[in-house]
Every structure is written in structure tokens, then in C-alpha cells.
């Protein structure tokens, strides 16, 4: 027996199902650890919190200055999340270009996690009139987790045939959702019965934040026990030899220049990130500055807050599920333009939502679920059915760039509007544009050309 007959045999045996299995259930852990970040710290505790402690540091007319620039109180957060993303926009498409010339995406993956995590624990420090410590912090965790997710997504058309995607992209996300509800019955517990628990209200929310970073850091450990790295040879990289001798940051930076010219070449493909730019910009800004909406324009609680936010992570957890099986039966694409309807009509409801009703804001919230998980992942299934055979990591941090890199967008205008009218109804209604261009847009993509174009076997339903 050959040395070349005995690789190929392991690498048959590494491939198998069983093999895939298990790696498709370390790799679901990874959207089980970042998600509590995602769900208490981006769309819940935040936001408000930040809000709060930089108001404290604010002058008379409600202005702070960061580097002599006049920022509007209750704008700084949105301007923080934008200014993160444009530094994970120029970080990723790096990260992306190492991971595909070596075939080593896992230490980065690890890199990138543990740098969000921590990050994320140290929000604890943050009282007083600290804003620019969590501004600081903010940027690194909000840039370490679109480059720890760009290199996690990259595993997908590794570990699930075509015509699982749609199913491990979803269990994915529902995953995340679980988690998500999980610790927020923990924080609505810790938060609401402070008092009996010897904390102030502070403090119960700096406890919340830094446990979503030891929350991260923990579960982390799964999928770097059960993922593994391909080599790059094996994988078909053809944009110069994988390894060391040009890994470096020049060679990473060429490679990355290869793969904008090589994208051309894929313009259906280009087509869908730009639709999905545009649309999940508009979903990402509505989950990050939707606590602030609730608590600074409704009028409502954190408690309110707490509990609207659980509600949608458990309604999450079905609607990913439930969308998956819909796009079986009727396709990703149009079960995606379907969610986006939805998206539309719960900016519209947003708009008129009455002040201190917590029960509309429910109602809102349970939309929101519903289509929230499922939107993403199929949009996450679908582009992994256009991405040429060992460009992965690649492909995926562009995406990554359109899923949270360049989302800077939808909170600049967010941020905008607000500081322009002082209206977080005009604000949240701004971002209707983001959804009906998107949807626009991705109705016009010839999904199964695209694949087709891309060399992959093109689903009989996408």
C-alpha cells in the first residue's frame, strides 16, 4: 500500500459521516458561545448602560467630547458600534487570505474568540463616567466577533453537503438562540432581584455583561476540540502555495488581491452580498439599538427589556427551525424575500408603537423572533452554495464584511437621524430604506446560475 493510498484512506475516513457529525455538533457550539454576547451585551444591557454612564460625563447641553469632537449623549453608542465595524472591515479580509494560503483557521478562530471574550469580561470596570473604557472595549469585542464568526462560517462548506446546509445552518443559529435564552433568565434574575442578592443596580449590570465574556471564552473550547483545520493543498487553494513562505502580511494582502479579482469573476455571487449588505445591515442595526429605542423612546424598563429580548431568543430558536424546513419546500431565496416582508412591517409597527405598552412592544419583539434567526441563517446556507471549492475562509470574510463589517451604515444613519431630529422613531423608521432596496436587490439574483458559476452541484430547492 502506497503512502498516497494510506492519506487517502484517512482522508476518506476524516470526511465520513460519522466524522462530519461530529464536527457539524462542535461546530453549532461556537454560535452557542458568541450568541450571549450578541443577545445580553450588543442588544440588551449596553446600549442603555453606556448611554447612562456617558450622560454622567456629558456637559450642560448633553454633549461629550471624545478627541475635541462634539458628540451627542445618546448618539455615542451607535457612532461606537459603526467606528468598530469600519476597523473589522480592514481587518477580516486579512484574517481570510492567512486562513485560506495555510489551511489553519482554527488558531485564528481561537485568536479572534479570546481577545471578544475578553474584552467583553473586562466591561465589568465599567461605572462612573468610564464611557471612553467602554467605548474601548466595545470596539475591540464588536471587532473580534465578525473576525472570530467570518473564520467559524468558513467551516460550513466544509462540514455539510449541499443539501444540508440549509439544516446545520439553522441548528447553528438556534443553538445561539438557546443560549442566548438561557442566560437571560440568569441576568433577569441577577438584575430584577439585585437588592436580595446585596448589588446595585450597576453592578447586577456589570456582572451581566462580563459573564457573557466568560460565557464566550467557556464554550468556546468545544469547537476548537472538534473542529479541524484542512490543508490548503487538499482543499484546492490555487491562489499561490498554502503554508508559511507567504503567509505573512504581505502575502496575506496579495492573496487578498487575488481574491477581489478572482470575485469578479462570480458577479451573481457579488450580486447577493451586495443585496445582503444591504438587508442585514438593516436587521443587525435594528438588534443593536433596540434596547435604546425601548428605554429612551417607549419609555420602558430593563426589565421590560430583558424579558421582550428572551422573548425573542425563544421564539428564535423555532422560527430558524421552522424557516429551514420552509426553504425546503419553497427555497432559500423566497423564504428569505418572505422574512424581509415581515422585517418591513415590524419597522412600520416600530414606528407607531404607543409609549409605556409593554405589550405591544412584545407583540414586536415576537415578530421579531420569528423571523430573526431564520433570515440569517439561510442568507449564511445560501452564500455557501456560491463560493468556489478552497476560497472559504475568504469568501466568508467578505460576507462577514456584509454581515457585521459593513454594517457600520445602518447605525451612522441611526445615530443621525437622532442627533438631527432627537427622535428615535424617525431614527428606527430610517432604516426602512436598508430593507427594500436589500429585498429589491436580492430578487433579481439568479441564485442557481450562481452556483452553477461557482462549480458547486446546484441544490434541486435553493
Known sequence: MTADTVDADKAAAEDGPGARRREQRGWYFYDFANSVYSTSVLTVFLGPYLTSVTRHAS??????????????????????????IVIAVLLMPFVGAIADRTGRKKPLLAAAAYVGAAATAGMFFLDGDRYLLGA????VANVALPVSSALYNAYLPEIAEPEERDRVSSRGWAFGYTSGAFVLILDLVLYSGHDSFGLTQSTAVRICLASAG????????????????????????????????RGGAGGGWRQLAGTLRDMRRHPLTLAFLL???IYNDGIQTVISQASVFGSDELGLGQTTLIVAVLLVQILAVAGALAMGRLARVYGSKRTILASLGVWIFILVGGYFLPSKAPVWFFGLAAAIGL???????????????MVPAGKEAEYFS??????RGLSWLGPLAFGLAYQ????????????????????????RVRVRQAVAEAGNAVPERI
Request: aromatic share 10%; hydrophobic share 50%; proline share 4%.
Open 59 to 84: 456637559d450642560a447641553q448633553g454633549f461629550v467630547h471624545p478627541l475635541g469632537i462634539p458628540v451627542r449623549a445618546g448618539s455615542l453608542y451607535a457612532y461606537t458600534i459603526s467606528v468598530s
Open 136 to 139: 474601548g472595549l466595545l470596539i
Open 214 to 245: 466568560v460565557w464566550w471564552g467557556v464554550f468556546t473550547v468545544v469547537p476548537l476540540r472538534r473542529l479541524r483545520d484542512r490543508r490548503a493543498a487538499a482543499r484546492g487553494a490555487t491562489n499561490g502555495p498554502a503554508g508559511g513562505a
Open 275 to 277: 443585496a445582503y449588505l
Open 371 to 385: 423571523v430573526l434567526g431564520g433570515s440569517q441563517a439561510l442568507s449564511r446556507s445560501l452564500f455557501s452554495h
Open 398 to 403: 467578505a460576507y462577514e464584511l456584509s454581515d
Open 420 to 443: 438631527l431630529t432627537g427622535s428615535y422613531r424617525v431614527a428606527i423608521v430610517s432604516l426602512l430604506v436598508f430593507f427594500v432596496a436589500g429585498s429589491l436587490l436580492l430578487a
